[in-house]
């Protein structure tokens, strides 16, 4: 399968990872409030780079597909 263009894969995974980022700091926000800025981050990227891989991603090539390969 031919590569998208870079700047097409980059505004892909922008609209995928703002409104995980978005979600997921409303779900968890509260509780991680306290932690420090390392820690909030780790617990969110533990959370957030599997779900773009394994799900968003994959998900929206398939939506996009056709605009990604034009």
């Given at each position: 399968m031919k590569q998208p263009p870079k700047w097409k894969f980059a505004i892909m995974v922008w609209i995928a990872i703002y409104p995980m980022i978005t979600l997921l700091q409303f779900a968890l926000g509260a509780q991680l409030k306290d932690m420090p800025i390392p820690l909030r981050s780790l617990i969110m990227t533990l959370i957030l780079?599997?779900?773009?891989?394994?799900?968003?991603?994959?998900?929206?090539?398939?939506?996009?597909?056709?605009?990604?390969?034009?």
């Open positions: 780079v599997p779900m773009m891989v394994f799900v968003m991603l994959p998900l929206l090539r398939k939506v996009l597909g056709k605009w990604l390969s034009k």
